[in-house]
Nanobody, 125 residues
Framework: QLQLVESGGGLVQPGGSLRLSCAAS????????IGWFRQAPGKERERVAC????????NSEPSVKGRFTVSRDNAKNTVYLQMHSLKPEDTAVYSC??????????????????WGQGTQVTVSS
């Protein structure tokens, strides 16, 4: 059973940067497409980025494009979300999710099979 654990969240000032990690255990991550999602209080969960199992394909949603980059190191069984130029509206709980796939790399939230517990990101001065 694949297990995911996020880390790297915290409090950062507007304009700052953070790098989130999604560490996997229980299975090799190199057969799983990964999505990063966030959910702010009172709002629906939204996908912010996704990456293919090999890392050769990746997408960022328009709301974060140019500021957030998803990458992975399958040798370390870890996926990353690098976030730059953070804004107060980026404040949310960020979670990673996995689905076994060697072709499609972006899914809707209900299509992912495994989820981490989430890590809080707060952007505030």
């Amino acid at each position: 059973q694949l297990q995911l654990v996020e880390s790297g969240g915290g409090l950062v000032q507007p304009g700052g940067s953070l790098r989130l990690s999604c560490a996997a255990s229980g299975d090799a991550l190199d057969s799983y497409a990964i999505g990063w999602f966030r959910q702010a209080p009172g709002k629906e969960r939204e996908r912010v980025a996704c990456i293919s199992n090999s890392g050769s394909s990746a997408n960022s949603e328009p709301s974060v494009k140019g500021r957030f980059t998803v990458s992975r190191d399958n040798a370390k069984n870890t996926v990353y979300l690098q976030m730059h130029s953070l804004k107060p509206e980026d404040t949310a709980v960020y979670s990673c999710a996995a689905r076994w796939s060697r072709s499609i790399w972006c899914y809707e939230d209900y299509e992912y099979d495994y989820w981490g517990q989430g890590t809080q990101v707060t952007v505030s001065s």
